[in-house]
């Protein structure tokens, strides 16, 4: 989770997940001991963040050679 989200993996043009993915920083536990509340189930999950910009796809796995030979011909000029 933190690793791949402070790393360069999120600093890209378009960011996909798959579907029902975990996103975030610091994990559920983590973030539930530090503020003394119990999460949302929805909390960190690929849908969610979609939702709120941080992504801008979910695809699923068996797409996601398509999805991203489409991007790169979108961007070969």
């Known amino acids: 989770m933190g690793g791949v989200t402070a790393s360069f993996a999120m600093q890209g043009d378009?960011?996909?997940?798959?579907?029902?993915?975990?996103?975030?920083?610091?994990?559920?536990?983590v973030i539930e001991q530090t503020i003394q509340q119990q999460l949302p189930a929805h909390f960190q999950r690929a849908e969610t963040v979609l939702k709120n910009g941080f992504i801008d796809q979910i695809v699923p796995?068996?797409?996601?050679?398509?999805?991203?030979?489409?991007?790169?011909?979108?961007?070969?000029?």
């Open 14 to 29: 378009v960011i996909m997940a798959e579907p029902h993915s975990m996103i975030g920083f610091a994990g559920r536990r």
């Open 61 to 77: 796995r068996t797409e996601l050679a398509s999805r991203l030979q489409a991007l790169l011909k979108l961007h070969r000029g």
